[in-house]
Protein backbone atom coordinates (compact mmCIF):
# COMPACT_ATOMS: atom_id res chain seq x y z
CA UNK A 1 0.00 0.00 0.00
CA UNK A 2 1.10 3.60 -0.66
CA UNK A 3 0.11 6.97 0.84
CA UNK A 4 -1.87 7.67 -2.12
CA UNK A 5 -3.92 4.77 -1.33
CA UNK A 6 -5.68 6.03 1.28
CA UNK A 7 -7.03 9.04 -0.95
CA UNK A 8 -9.28 6.44 -2.50
CA UNK A 9 -10.58 5.18 0.31
CA UNK A 10 -12.79 6.05 3.78
CA UNK A 11 -10.93 5.45 6.94
CA UNK A 12 -12.31 2.63 9.17
CA UNK A 13 -13.43 5.46 12.01
CA UNK A 14 -15.84 7.37 9.65
CA UNK A 15 -17.84 4.63 8.82
CA UNK A 16 -20.84 5.67 10.94
CA UNK A 17 -21.06 2.80 12.24
CA UNK A 18 -20.92 1.14 15.55
CA UNK A 19 -22.20 1.36 18.87
CA UNK A 20 -24.05 4.69 19.54
CA UNK A 21 -23.07 6.22 16.53
CA UNK A 22 -25.34 9.34 15.18
CA UNK A 23 -23.23 10.45 18.74
CA UNK A 24 -19.85 9.07 18.68
CA UNK A 25 -18.11 9.16 15.97
CA UNK A 26 -14.85 7.27 17.11
CA UNK A 27 -13.17 5.18 20.09
CA UNK A 28 -9.83 5.50 20.88
CA UNK A 29 -6.81 3.60 22.69
CA UNK A 30 -3.34 4.76 22.70
CA UNK A 31 -0.47 3.35 24.23
CA UNK A 32 3.09 4.74 24.83
CA UNK A 33 6.11 2.30 25.26
CA UNK A 34 9.41 2.50 25.02
CA UNK A 35 12.74 0.41 24.67
CA UNK A 36 14.41 -0.69 28.03
CA UNK A 37 18.25 0.72 27.99
CA UNK A 38 17.43 2.83 24.85
CA UNK A 39 17.70 6.68 25.15
CA UNK A 40 14.10 7.55 25.10
CA UNK A 41 13.24 10.01 21.55
CA UNK A 42 12.86 13.33 22.83
CA UNK A 43 16.34 12.89 24.52
CA UNK A 44 18.46 11.24 21.56
CA UNK A 45 20.00 12.53 19.13
CA UNK A 46 19.29 11.57 15.28
CA UNK A 47 22.18 8.65 15.21
CA UNK A 48 20.42 7.25 18.52
CA UNK A 49 16.95 7.53 16.85
CA UNK A 50 18.27 5.85 13.41
CA UNK A 51 19.55 3.28 16.05
CA UNK A 52 15.84 2.61 18.19
CA UNK A 53 14.21 2.78 14.71
CA UNK A 54 16.70 0.42 13.17
CA UNK A 55 15.36 -2.10 16.25
CA UNK A 56 11.55 -1.31 16.03
CA UNK A 57 10.99 -1.33 12.13
CA UNK A 58 11.58 -5.39 12.08
CA UNK A 59 9.13 -6.26 14.51
CA UNK A 60 6.69 -3.47 13.63
CA UNK A 61 6.35 -4.55 10.36
CA UNK A 62 5.74 -7.89 11.38
CA UNK A 63 2.84 -7.24 12.81
CA UNK A 64 -0.25 -9.61 11.88
CA UNK A 65 -1.90 -6.26 10.98
CA UNK A 66 0.76 -4.77 9.11
CA UNK A 67 2.17 -7.23 7.09
CA UNK A 68 -0.53 -7.90 4.73
CA UNK A 69 -0.73 -5.07 2.70
CA UNK A 70 0.53 -2.10 5.96
CA UNK A 71 1.84 1.37 4.87
CA UNK A 72 5.53 1.86 6.54
CA UNK A 73 7.00 5.70 6.27
CA UNK A 74 9.73 6.74 7.50
CA UNK A 75 8.81 10.90 8.23
CA UNK A 76 11.96 12.32 6.33
CA UNK A 77 10.93 11.19 3.20
CA UNK A 78 7.24 12.18 3.27
CA UNK A 79 6.40 15.65 1.63
CA UNK A 80 4.33 18.39 3.77
CA UNK A 81 1.42 17.66 2.02
CA UNK A 82 1.36 14.35 2.89
CA UNK A 83 2.00 14.55 6.38
CA UNK A 84 -0.55 17.19 6.95
CA UNK A 85 -2.74 14.88 5.43
CA UNK A 86 -1.67 12.31 7.85
CA UNK A 87 -2.39 14.27 10.85
CA UNK A 88 -6.08 15.16 9.12
CA UNK A 89 -6.93 11.48 8.67
CA UNK A 90 -5.70 10.94 12.88
CA UNK A 91 -3.04 8.78 11.91
CA UNK A 92 -0.18 10.65 13.30
CA UNK A 93 0.20 13.71 15.77
CA UNK A 94 1.29 17.09 15.05
CA UNK A 95 4.47 16.53 17.05
CA UNK A 96 5.36 13.90 14.88
CA UNK A 97 5.41 16.58 12.02
CA UNK A 98 6.58 19.53 13.71
CA UNK A 99 9.89 17.83 15.24
CA UNK A 100 12.66 16.61 13.30
CA UNK A 101 14.82 13.46 13.69
CA UNK A 102 14.32 9.64 12.66
CA UNK A 103 10.87 9.36 13.13
CA UNK A 104 8.40 6.86 11.31
CA UNK A 105 4.85 5.93 11.35
CA UNK A 106 2.97 2.23 10.30
CA UNK A 107 -0.49 2.06 9.19
CA UNK A 108 -2.79 -0.66 8.93
CA UNK A 109 -4.48 -1.17 5.52
CA UNK A 110 -7.56 -0.45 6.91
CA UNK A 111 -6.38 2.34 9.09
CA UNK A 112 -7.87 0.91 12.33
CA UNK A 113 -3.93 0.54 13.67
CA UNK A 114 -1.48 3.22 13.22
CA UNK A 115 2.08 3.94 15.36
CA UNK A 116 4.44 6.05 15.54
CA UNK A 117 8.03 5.44 15.89
CA UNK A 118 9.83 7.57 17.89
CA UNK A 119 7.58 10.58 18.56
CA UNK A 120 7.44 11.29 22.10
CA UNK A 121 8.13 7.58 22.74
CA UNK A 122 9.80 4.85 21.18
CA UNK A 123 6.53 3.82 20.04
CA UNK A 124 3.02 5.25 19.91
CA UNK A 125 0.15 2.73 19.52
CA UNK A 126 -3.08 3.51 18.55
CA UNK A 127 -6.81 1.45 17.98
CA UNK A 128 -9.44 3.71 16.18
CA UNK A 129 -12.84 2.28 15.30
CA UNK A 130 -15.69 3.60 14.51
CA UNK A 131 -19.10 4.05 17.45
CA UNK A 132 -18.85 3.56 21.03
CA UNK A 133 -16.21 0.68 21.12
CA UNK A 134 -13.32 0.97 23.67
CA UNK A 135 -14.04 -2.49 25.20
CA UNK A 136 -12.84 -3.55 21.19
CA UNK A 137 -10.21 -0.92 21.15
CA UNK A 138 -8.41 -2.27 24.42
CA UNK A 139 -9.16 -6.14 23.20
CA UNK A 140 -7.29 -4.76 19.54
CA UNK A 141 -4.22 -2.94 21.21
CA UNK A 142 -3.39 -5.16 24.14
CA UNK A 143 -2.95 -8.23 21.37
CA UNK A 144 -0.72 -5.91 19.19
CA UNK A 145 1.03 -4.97 22.41
CA UNK A 146 1.65 -8.51 24.04
CA UNK A 147 2.84 -9.45 20.19
CA UNK A 148 5.59 -6.27 20.29
CA UNK A 149 6.26 -7.30 23.83
CA UNK A 150 7.36 -10.94 22.74
CA UNK A 151 10.56 -9.05 20.16
CA UNK A 152 11.14 -6.19 22.37
CA UNK A 153 11.91 -5.35 26.08
CA UNK A 154 9.84 -2.49 27.50
CA UNK A 155 11.05 -0.05 29.79
CA UNK A 156 9.42 -1.04 32.55
CA UNK A 157 9.14 -0.26 36.57
CA UNK A 158 7.67 -2.95 39.23
CA UNK A 159 6.29 0.42 41.25
CA UNK A 160 5.85 3.00 38.55
CA UNK A 161 4.77 0.62 35.78
CA UNK A 162 5.51 1.50 31.90
CA UNK A 163 8.17 4.46 31.84
CA UNK A 164 7.13 7.20 29.39
CA UNK A 165 8.87 10.76 28.27
CA UNK A 166 6.05 12.44 29.96
CA UNK A 167 5.17 11.53 33.45
CA UNK A 168 1.47 11.77 33.00
CA UNK A 169 1.64 8.77 30.60
CA UNK A 170 3.57 6.46 33.56
CA UNK A 171 1.81 3.69 34.52
CA UNK A 172 0.00 1.75 31.80
CA UNK A 173 0.52 4.17 29.22
CA UNK A 174 -2.81 4.39 28.49
CA UNK A 175 -4.93 7.35 26.80
CA UNK A 176 -8.65 6.06 26.12
CA UNK A 177 -10.72 8.84 23.85
CA UNK A 178 -14.09 8.76 22.88
CA UNK A 179 -15.10 11.33 20.18
CA UNK A 180 -18.95 12.87 19.93
CA UNK A 181 -20.81 14.98 18.04
CA UNK A 182 -23.26 17.20 20.84
CA UNK A 183 -24.81 19.86 18.86
CA UNK A 184 -27.66 19.43 21.17
CA UNK A 185 -25.84 20.20 24.20
CA UNK A 186 -24.53 23.13 22.85
CA UNK A 187 -27.53 24.36 20.81
CA UNK A 188 -29.21 24.26 24.94
CA UNK A 189 -27.09 25.68 26.37
CA UNK A 190 -25.81 22.61 28.79
CA UNK A 191 -22.47 21.90 27.17
CA UNK A 192 -20.24 24.45 29.51
CA UNK A 193 -21.98 22.78 32.45
CA UNK A 194 -21.06 19.20 31.07
CA UNK A 195 -17.93 19.99 30.35
CA UNK A 196 -17.22 21.33 33.94
CA UNK A 197 -18.53 17.77 35.20
CA UNK A 198 -16.24 16.01 33.17
CA UNK A 199 -13.14 18.11 33.87
CA UNK A 200 -13.71 17.71 37.52
CA UNK A 201 -13.78 14.01 37.03
CA UNK A 202 -10.97 13.67 36.13
CA UNK A 203 -11.27 13.47 32.77
CA UNK A 204 -10.10 16.26 29.64
CA UNK A 205 -12.03 17.76 27.15
CA UNK A 206 -10.27 18.53 23.31
CA UNK A 207 -11.16 19.38 19.82
CA UNK A 208 -11.71 17.53 16.78
CA UNK A 209 -7.93 17.28 16.10
CA UNK A 210 -7.18 16.29 19.55
CA UNK A 211 -4.46 18.03 21.80
CA UNK A 212 -4.16 21.58 21.24
CA UNK A 213 -7.51 22.05 19.10
CA UNK A 214 -10.65 23.47 20.14
CA UNK A 215 -14.04 21.69 19.67
CA UNK A 216 -15.27 23.07 16.07
CA UNK A 217 -18.32 21.77 14.81
CA UNK A 218 -19.47 20.45 18.49
CA UNK A 219 -17.08 17.80 18.31
CA UNK A 220 -15.82 16.91 21.73
CA UNK A 221 -13.04 14.16 22.37
CA UNK A 222 -12.75 12.98 25.73
CA UNK A 223 -10.15 11.26 27.35
CA UNK A 224 -8.58 10.12 30.68
CA UNK A 225 -5.56 12.28 32.23
CA UNK A 226 -4.52 9.71 34.77
CA UNK A 227 -2.52 6.78 33.79
CA UNK A 228 -0.76 5.94 37.28
CA UNK A 229 -2.24 3.84 39.49
CA UNK A 230 -5.27 2.41 38.02
CA UNK A 231 -5.54 -0.53 35.53
CA UNK A 232 -6.22 -0.33 31.78
CA UNK A 233 -9.62 -2.08 32.70
CA UNK A 234 -10.37 0.17 35.59
CA UNK A 235 -9.53 3.71 32.92
CA UNK A 236 -11.09 2.05 30.42
CA UNK A 237 -14.61 1.29 32.73
CA UNK A 238 -14.75 4.99 33.73
CA UNK A 239 -14.08 6.64 31.01
CA UNK A 240 -17.44 4.59 29.34
CA UNK A 241 -19.44 5.35 32.88
CA UNK A 242 -19.13 9.01 32.08
CA UNK A 243 -19.10 9.02 28.21
CA UNK A 244 -22.67 7.26 28.77
CA UNK A 245 -24.35 9.78 30.82
CA UNK A 246 -23.05 12.90 28.29
CA UNK A 247 -24.75 10.23 25.78
CA UNK A 248 -28.10 9.96 27.29
CA UNK A 249 -27.61 14.35 28.08
CA UNK A 250 -27.44 14.49 24.80
CA UNK A 251 -29.96 12.45 23.53
CA UNK A 252 -32.09 13.91 26.15
CA UNK A 253 -31.52 17.41 24.64
CA UNK A 254 -32.21 16.34 21.08
CA UNK A 255 -35.77 15.12 22.30
CA UNK A 256 -36.21 19.23 23.06
CA UNK A 257 -34.98 20.51 20.24
CA UNK A 258 -37.54 18.24 18.34
CA UNK A 259 -40.87 18.39 20.65
CA UNK A 260 -40.20 22.18 21.76
CA UNK A 261 -37.81 23.75 19.68
CA UNK A 262 -38.99 22.66 15.99
CA UNK A 263 -39.33 25.47 14.26
CA UNK A 264 -35.61 27.08 15.58
CA UNK A 265 -34.27 23.21 14.60
CA UNK A 266 -35.70 22.95 11.12
CA UNK A 267 -34.36 26.58 10.03
CA UNK A 268 -30.92 25.65 11.69
CA UNK A 269 -30.57 22.47 9.75
CA UNK A 270 -32.14 23.20 6.61
CA UNK A 271 -30.26 26.92 6.58
CA UNK A 272 -27.27 24.91 6.51
CA UNK A 273 -28.09 22.28 4.51
CA UNK A 274 -29.15 24.98 1.72
CA UNK A 275 -26.00 26.69 1.60
CA UNK A 276 -23.37 23.77 1.49
CA UNK A 277 -25.32 22.33 -1.13
CA UNK A 278 -25.38 25.64 -3.46
CA UNK A 279 -21.87 27.43 -1.96
CA UNK A 280 -19.13 27.90 -4.41
CA UNK A 281 -16.67 29.22 -2.02
CA UNK A 282 -16.52 27.84 1.54
CA UNK A 283 -14.14 28.17 4.37
CA UNK A 284 -12.87 24.71 6.31
CA UNK A 285 -14.12 26.38 9.83
CA UNK A 286 -17.53 27.58 8.46
CA UNK A 287 -18.04 23.97 6.63
CA UNK A 288 -17.36 21.94 9.84
CA UNK A 289 -19.89 24.46 11.80
CA UNK A 290 -22.82 23.27 8.75
CA UNK A 291 -21.54 19.95 8.62
CA UNK A 292 -22.49 19.67 12.32
CA UNK A 293 -26.09 20.67 11.52
CA UNK A 294 -26.59 18.66 8.97
CA UNK A 295 -25.55 15.51 10.42
CA UNK A 296 -27.59 16.24 13.75
CA UNK A 297 -30.23 16.90 10.87
CA UNK A 298 -29.50 13.30 9.35
CA UNK A 299 -29.57 11.67 12.60
CA UNK A 300 -33.01 12.90 13.86
CA UNK A 301 -34.66 12.53 10.68
CA UNK A 302 -35.35 15.37 9.38
CA UNK A 303 -33.18 14.99 6.36
CA UNK A 304 -33.12 11.88 4.16
CA UNK A 305 -31.21 10.07 1.81
CA UNK A 306 -27.96 11.27 3.18
CA UNK A 307 -25.80 8.75 5.07
CA UNK A 308 -24.34 9.48 8.07
CA UNK A 309 -20.42 8.07 6.42
CA UNK A 310 -21.01 10.65 3.34
CA UNK A 311 -20.99 13.56 6.46
CA UNK A 312 -18.25 11.99 8.33
CA UNK A 313 -16.16 11.74 5.41
CA UNK A 314 -16.92 15.31 4.24
CA UNK A 315 -15.35 16.53 7.59
CA UNK A 316 -12.04 15.12 6.46
CA UNK A 317 -11.95 15.31 3.08
CA UNK A 318 -12.60 19.26 3.21
CA UNK A 319 -9.39 19.52 5.38
CA UNK A 320 -6.54 21.55 3.10
CA UNK A 321 -4.16 18.84 2.89
CA UNK A 322 -7.02 16.50 1.68
CA UNK A 323 -8.42 19.11 -0.72
CA UNK A 324 -4.94 19.20 -2.12
CA UNK A 325 -4.45 15.59 -2.45
CA UNK A 326 -7.48 15.03 -4.54
CA UNK A 327 -6.65 18.02 -7.03
CA UNK A 328 -2.97 16.71 -7.02
CA UNK A 329 -1.43 19.74 -6.84
CA UNK A 330 -0.83 22.59 -4.39
CA UNK A 331 -3.25 24.99 -3.54
CA UNK A 332 -3.67 27.99 -2.06
CA UNK A 333 -6.14 29.01 0.28
CA UNK A 334 -8.93 30.74 -2.22
CA UNK A 335 -8.66 27.85 -4.49
CA UNK A 336 -9.18 25.56 -1.31
CA UNK A 337 -11.93 27.09 -0.79
CA UNK A 338 -13.37 26.83 -4.43
CA UNK A 339 -12.54 23.21 -4.15
CA UNK A 340 -14.48 22.17 -1.26
CA UNK A 341 -17.32 23.99 -2.13
CA UNK A 342 -16.90 21.80 -5.02
CA UNK A 343 -16.29 18.58 -3.48
CA UNK A 344 -19.31 19.46 -0.79
CA UNK A 345 -22.11 20.18 -3.69
CA UNK A 346 -20.98 16.66 -5.30
CA UNK A 347 -21.18 14.72 -2.03
CA UNK A 348 -24.83 15.95 -1.13
CA UNK A 349 -26.63 16.77 -4.32
Known amino acids: MKINDLVKQTSGWLKGVGPNSEIVFSSRVRLARNLEKVLFSNWADKEKQEEALAILEPTVNALEQIKDNGLYLKMNDVLNVDKQ ?5 HLISREHITKSGAKAVVISADETL ?10 RIQILLPGFALDECWNKIEQCDTALEKKLSFAFSAKWGYLTACPTNTGTGMRASVMLHLPAL ?11 AIVKLGLTVRGLFGEGTEAAGNIFQISNQVSLGRS ?10 I ?7 EQNAR ?9 SLDDQVWRSYGILKNAH ?5 ETIELLSNVRLGCDVGLIKGLTREVINELFILTQPAHLQKLEGKTLNAQQRDVKRAELIRDKIK
Open 85 to 89: FLVER
Open 114 to 123: SIMLNEEDHL
Open 186 to 196: VMTKQINRVIQ
Open 232 to 241: EEEIIDNIKR
Open 243 to 249: INQVIEY
Open 255 to 263: QVLCTKNTS
Open 281 to 285: IISSS
